[in-house]
């Protein structure tokens, strides 16, 4: 035998050991003992090498090596190494989609930038520091960027052109001895969670790789391609007659430019020139015919004709959408395939979000309604809502989508406050699907909004939802930006009713205590709903006290001494009212008072990460309504329109009256 052979057969051998390795180890998983047995028998009187498993051992020393590495480069500033291992070894999908591993990404930067200036400010770590910003500027202008409309992070764009950060008052707190210790405290929990070892066993994961999964993602791009391909001819014919219009602009330009300085010369124009530019000119923005029957010899026609050319056309009247065969619907929904209750709550959904705002929507919305979507006044044991009990996760999530869509939208609120099980659905979902998931997360808000309607606020005030607000916000670094603002604007309104707030004296301590904390959330959104809160649980004399105990009055002076007016009027009012010696008001629950709930809170989130893609010759959306759910066209009644918006408080005061993030920011900036 050569020694090529040799040395092939000994490669073969070497293949073949590794994958009786992953055989043994994918039965020692699934803890086949007798098989392990059997299988190590009948491999040993064959002759055949199995490897040991290899276990975690290995992979768990790697892994704290890199960690160790991670944090050591960062402790020495050296940013090369660290964004280096970074890039290596956390996964791109945790990097690109987790907001947490964003938002940590982006103060690891800033961390880097000032790392010369803050350990020695002297003139040759200046010279770095300059070379450090040129990074933190490239940083922002690529992957820094999708962070820029945050809050949070909007004062640090403004760090690579201010001369001396260190005195700067906006960054004043990068330079405090705390800051770097509790970024590396929050790097070191990041890494421990992204870097744990799987304990999958390779045969699996080769299977998962090479399998189904890749296959679905190759079709789901491939359909991403050609839909690609389709805008980008469409957008290179638009480009290719704008480039011709413009060359064909730019040579009349030329043209006239020599005529007028012909006529300085006392050179005379004749009219059939001055014709065939215009002839010209006029064919590039309307028709040649209506160019050349138009007579150009009367003054001001040219210029007439090209301003009416690119005037604003009139809005077209909006077309209404076709009328469904909703008995089908509501069949299809309960009796039909998991995939395609799915594909049906999507589309009903997208009617609603993706209709034009008014004439449009409103119709939508009232055919929802008139035709009982969600089976209101159903008496079957399983209607449309009861979705919302599926062991399909991607069934319960869409359902949690449309009835947020409903409860964005006036009208939908009045509709589903009216379905007596509704509330005992969301709750019994609130607590018990997973923290992070998009099903809890459409619940939460769906009922942050039915909050504005005083019913709802009763209801979920009876079933305990302010002690789990409470309980869920007092770990709010683990609840993402948006879930947090509607977690406490729901708890703001839910305080602002008499029940609610002696609710809130039944542990008034734990209240305050989160309350106070939350003043101090890097994420300032939340602050007017845990001012008005605040406000408003302190009008009861026993909570009062125990913010005195607590010193609740030193805390909020130490908020009032930021450099933001609005929040020190507020925090003024919220310590006249700890310091105020009235009793407790009126009762609120039982007055007869109207809700003010005229909100459209449509917003773009409700339809954000969709996991649910159409399959090839798939019909999804709209023409899956159209195709398989057409109904006879019938004349809705439009829907009132509802006048002005209710009176907002003033801004000095914290607020005291039902709101949603939504509706708050759209005020704030009116």
């Known amino acids: 035998m050569s020694s090529r052979e040799a040395a092939k057969m000994g490669d073969i051998l070497a293949m073949e050991a590794d994958l009786l390795g992953m055989i043994k180890e994918y039965?020692?998983?699934?803890?086949?003992?007798?098989?392990?047995?059997?299988?190590?028998?009948?491999?040993?009187?064959?002759?055949?090498?199995?490897?040991?498993?290899?276990?975690?051992?290995?992979?768990?020393?790697?892994?704290?090596?890199?960690?160790k590495d991670l944090l050591s480069s960062f402790d020495d500033g050296d940013h090369k190494v660290f964004f280096e291992l970074w890039?290596?070894?956390?996964?791109?999908?945790?990097?690109?989609?987790?907001?947490?591993?964003?938002?940590?990404?982006?103060?690891?930067?800033?961390?880097?930038?000032?790392?010369p200036l803050k350990n020695h400010p002297g003139r040759h770590d200046r010279a770095e520091f300059e070379d450090r910003i040129s990074h933190f500027k490239q940083y922002l202008e690529t992957r820094g960027a999708a962070l820029s409309q945050t809050t949070e992070f909007l004062p640090y764009y403004a760090l690579p052109f201010v001369p001396n950060p260190a005195v700067h008052p906006s960054f004043r707190d990068l330079f405090q001895d705390s800051w770097m210790p509790q970024l590396k405290v929050k790097l070191e929990q990041f890494l421990s969670v992204t870097l744990k070892p799987s304990n999958t066993p390779r045969?699996?994961?080769?299977?998962?790789?090479?399998?189904?999964?890749?296959?679905?993602?190759?079709?789901?791009?491939?359909?991403?391609?050609?839909?690609?391909?389709?805008?980008?001819?469409?957008?290179?014919r638009k480009f290719s007659k704008m480039q011709a219009v413009y060359h064909n602009l730019i040579g009349i330009t030329a043209e006239l430019v020599d005529s007028l300085e012909a006529t300085i010369s006392g050179k005379m124009i004749s009219p059939e020139y001055l014709q065939s530019v215009c002839v010209r000119?006029?064919?590039?923005?309307?028709?040649?015919?209506?160019?050349?029957?138009?007579?150009?010899?009367?003054?001001?026609?040219?210029?007439?004709?090209?301003?009416?050319?690119?005037?604003?056309?009139?809005?077209?009247?909006?077309?209404?959408?076709?009328?469904?065969?909703?008995?089908?619907?509501?069949?299809?929904?309960?009796?039909?395939?998991?995939?395609?209750?799915?594909?049906?709550?999507?589309?009903?959904?997208?009617r609603l979000t993706r209709s034009l705002h008014g004439e449009q929507r409103d119709t939508v919305l009232q055919a929802y309604i008139s035709n009982d979507l969600l089976e209101r006044y159903g008496t079957k044991q399983k209607t449309v809502l009861h979705l919302m009990r599926s062991k399909n996760e991607t069934v319960r999530q869409y359902a949690a989508r449309l009835i947020n869509a409903f409860a964005s939208l006036a009208e939908g609120r009045v509709y589903l406050s009216q379905i007596p099980f509704l509330l005992k659905l969301l709750t019994e979902a609130l607590r018990r699907e997973e923290k992070d998931s998009l099903t809890r997360e459409n619940v939460l808000v769906a009922l942050q909004k039915l909050s504005l309607r005083r019913s709802q606020q009763t209801a979920m005030i009876a079933d305990e939802l302010i002690g789990w607000l409470v309980d869920e916000l007092q770990d709010s670094d683990c609840l993402s930006d948006y879930t947090l603002e509607y977690s406490v604007a729901l708890l703001m309104n839910l305080c602002l009713r008499t029940k609610g707030k002696r609710k809130c004296a039944e542990n008034a301590k734990h209240v305050l205590k989160v309350l106070t904390d939350l003043l101090g959330h890097e994420n300032h959104e939340i602050r007017p709903y845990v001012n008005g809160a605040l406000y408003s649980i302190l009008c009861i004399p026993s909570v009062r006290q125990e913010a005195r105990e607590m010193s609740v009055e030193e805390i909020l002076c130490c908020y009032s001494k930021e450099e933001n007016p609005e929040l020190n009027r507020q925090i003024e009012f919220i310590i006249k009212q700890l310091n105020s010696a009235e009793e407790e008001g009126p009762e609120s629950d039982d007055e007869d008072e109207e809700d003010d709930d005229e909100e459209d809170l449509m917003e773009t989130d409700l339809d954000k990460e969709e996991i649910l893609q159409p399959q090839p010759r798939e019909l999804s959306g709209e023409s899956l309504l159209t195709t398989e759910y057409l109904g006879i066209m019938t004349n809705m009644a439009k829907v009132k329109r509802r006048s002005a918006p209710p009176p907002q408080p003033s801004v000095d005061e914290p607020l005291q009256r039902p709101v949603t993030p939504g509706s708050h920011r759209n005020v704030n900036t009116m």
């Open 87 to 115: 890039t290596e070894n956390v996964p791109s999908e945790v990097r690109d989609t987790d907001a947490q591993a964003q938002r940590l990404e982006f103060y690891l930067h800033i961390h880097f930038t000032i790392y």
């Open 281 to 350: 000119l006029i064919s590039s923005q309307m028709r040649q015919s209506v160019a050349q029957s138009t007579d150009f010899t009367r003054p001001g026609t040219a210029s007439s004709l090209l301003r009416a050319s690119i005037a604003p056309q009139r809005p077209k009247e909006v077309p209404m959408l076709p009328s469904l065969d909703y008995e089908k619907l509501k069949k299809d929904l309960v009796e039909g395939s998991d995939r395609l209750r799915s594909l049906l709550l999507q589309a009903l959904r997208w």
């Open 203 to 236: 045969l699996l994961t080769l299977y998962k790789e090479g399998g189904r999964t890749t296959k679905e993602a190759m079709q789901q791009l491939q359909l991403q391609l050609v839909e690609s391909e389709r805008r980008t001819a469409n957008y290179m």
């Open 27 to 67: 039965l020692k998983v699934g803890e086949f003992e007798e098989t392990v047995h059997s299988f190590d028998k009948e491999c040993k009187n064959k002759g055949k090498l199995v490897p040991k498993p290899q276990g975690n051992t290995l992979r768990d020393s790697k892994i704290l090596i890199i960690q």
